[in-house]
C-alpha cells in the first residue's frame, strides 16, 4: 500500500511500511524512510506507483480551470475527492483526486485551507480582488521585464532615470525600477553603475556627483519653506562709528564689519561689528528650526546653499548704507604704540558705509600703500593703514608662542583681505 502526505507544504509519496494509531512509516522512492503523522497522510492507494501518481496528478492538475472549480465548489467546508468527483466524475480516481488536491492547495486566492485535505471558497469579492492584484503585479512583471531589455539595449526609461539616486545609493528592493536594473545588470552581466553609464543615465560627471550631493545631504531639496524675517524689537543705541566690510564680491551673507575711530589723537578705537539676527529670532521659533536644521551655510567654488533664505539674509546682513544690529567689540589702543587701554562690548545699531570688495581692491592695495610708502586710491585707505599695524603686531605675539612663523600660503604682498582679517577675525584671541 502507498500513501501521499504533505510535508511542509510539499507533496510527497511511498511505500507504507508501518502504521499505528497516530503515525505511519513511510519509505520513499530514493529508498530514505519518513515518520508521518497520520493527520498529514491524504491519501491511500494500492497503485499506480508513487512516483507515476505525483507526474500524472501535477499533468492533470494544471488543465483544472479554477473559475469552473470555483463554481462547482459546495459554499460549505469540501474535501479534495470531493470536488474531483463533482469536477471530473463521479468515480474520480486516486489521481484525479490528487489533481484536485495539487490544484486547491495553490490557488488560496480562490480557496482556502483548512486542513487535513478540506478547504473553503473564498467570497467572491475576494476572488476578484485577488484576480486583479495577480494582473497587476503579471503587468508590473511585464514592465520590469521591458525596462530591463532597454537598458540592456543601452537605452535608460525615463522612470529609471528619475530614480537614478535613489537606486544607486538608497534602493527601495521592492520598487519596479530597482528590480529592472538589477534584471538588467544579470543580463549584461554589468554593474549597476556601469550598466547606467552605458544606457545613457549619467550624462556629465559633474551633475552625477552634485546631484548624488544633494541627494546625501537634501534629500528633501534645498529649497526653504515660508518664513519671515522678524525684526528686532530692542531700542538699541546708535554707534557713531561708520563701519565697512570686506568681502568678495560674491559674498550675499556679510557678518563682520570694521572701524576706526580717533587717529590722530593718540588713542584710536578699533571696532569689530558682527551681525546679530540672534536678537531677532526666538528660540524655536520657525526661522530658529530651519536655521538649526541647515545648521551652517555649504560653500563650494562658484556656488553655495545658504542656511536661511536670500530674502531673511538680506533682513540682517551688513548692507552699506543702512544702520544695522551689531554685537560690537571696542578696543581703545595707544596709536604709537599699539598697547591696549580698554575695551569693551555693546550690543548697537552700527551705520555701515561701506561694503569693500577682495576681488576689486587685491591688485590695489598693496603693502606700501598700507605703510605709506605709496599712494593709496581707494577707500578707508588710512583706516585700512592703520588695520595694517595691530595685524603685524599681533601675528608677531602668536609666533612668539608658537614659537616659530606661521608658513604663508598665499603671495607675499599682503593684500586687504589679509591685513583686516588679521585685525578683525583674529582680533579678540590677540586681545
Request: glycine share 6%; hydrophobic share 40%.
Amino acid at each position: 500500500m502507498y500513501a501521499l502526505f504533505e510535508d511542509a507544504g510539499k507533496f510527497q509519496a511511498g511505500r507504507v511500511m508501518t502504521e499505528a494509531d497516530s503515525s505511519m512509516q513511510i519509505e520513499l522512492d530514493s529508498g530514505k524512510r519518513v515518520k508521518v503523522k497520520s493527520a498529514n497522510v491524504l491519501l491511500k492507494f494500492d497503485k499506480p506507483q508513487p512516483a507515476e501518481l505525483i507526474a500524472s496528478a501535477q499533468t492533470l492538475a494544471r488543465d483544472i480551470d479554477l473559475d469552473l472549480a470555483w463554481e462547482f465548489a459546495p459554499e460549505q467546508e469540501f474535501g479534495f475527492a470531493e470536488l474531483a468527483r463533482d469536477y471530473f466524475e463521479a468515480s474520480a480516481g486516486v489521481e484525479k483526486q490528487a489533481a484536485a488536491l495539487f490544484r486547491l492547495f495553490e490557488a488560496p486566492h480562490y480557496f482556502r485551507r483548512l486542513g487535513k485535505g478540506n478547504f473553503k471558497k473564498a467570497p467572491e469579492e475576494t476572488v476578484k480582488a485577488a484576480l486583479l492584484g495577480i494582473e497587476r503585479k503579471k503587468a508590473l512583471q511585464a514592465q520590469i521585464e521591458a525596462w530591463a531589455g532597454e537598458m540592456v539595449q543601452g537605452q535608460c526609461p525615463a522612470p529609471v532615470r528619475e530614480q537614478l539616486y535613489k537606486i544607486l545609493f538608497k534602493p527601495d528592493k521592492n520598487a519596479a525600477e530597482y528590480k529592472a536594473v538589477v534584471e538588467a545588470a544579470k543580463r549584461s552581466q554589468k554593474p549597476p553603475l556601469e550598466l547606467l553609464k552605458a544606457a545613457g543615465a549619467i550624462d556629465s560627471p559633474y551633475q552625477f556627483h552634485w546631484k548624488r550631493f544633494l541627494f546625501d545631504n537634501f534629500p528633501k531639496g534645498t529649497g526653504f519653506p515660508a518664513v519671515t524675517a522678524p525684526a528686532v524689537k530692542d531700542e538699541l543705541p546708535l554707534s557713531p562709528a561708520q563701519a565697512f566690510s570686506i568681502d568678495d564680491s560674491h559674498t550675499t551673507e556679510i557678518d563682520d564689519a570694521l572701524s576706526v575711530q580717533g587717529l590722530g589723537t593718540g588713542t584710536v578705537v578699533f571696532g569689530i561689528h558682527i551681525a546679530a539676527p540672534g536678537l531677532a529670532i526666538a528660540t524655536d521659533s520657525a526661522l530658529d528650526k530651519l536655521a538649526r536644521d541647515r545648521l551652517s551655510t555649504v560653500y563650494m567654488p562658484g556656488w553655495k546653499l545658504t542656511m536661511l533664505p536670500d530674502e531673511v539674509v538680506q533682513v540682517y546682513t551688513l548692507t552699506a548704507g543702512r544702520d544695522c544690529p551689531a554685537v560690537s567689540l571696542y578696543v581703545s589702543l595707544d596709536e604709537a604704540t599699539l598697547e591696549v587701554k580698554a575695551s569693551e562690548t555693546k550690543l548697537e545699531r552700527v551705520r555701515i558705509v561701506s561694503n569693500l570688495r577682495h576681488d576689486q581692491l587685491d591688485a590695489i592695495i598693496t603693502e606700501a600703500s598700507l605703510t605709506g610708502d605709496a599712494s593709496a586710491p581707494y577707500d578707508h585707505a588710512t583706516e585700512l593703514a592703520f588695520a595694517f599695524r595691530p595685524a603685524r603686531h599681533l601675528k608677531a605675539r602668536r609666533e612668539v608662542v608658537r614659537g616659530k612663523p606661521r608658513p604663508s600660503t598665499g603671495p607675499t604682498t599682503p593684500s586687504a583681505s589679509k591685513a583686516t582679517t588679521a585685525a578683525s577675525r583674529r582680533a579678540t584671541s590677540g586681545w
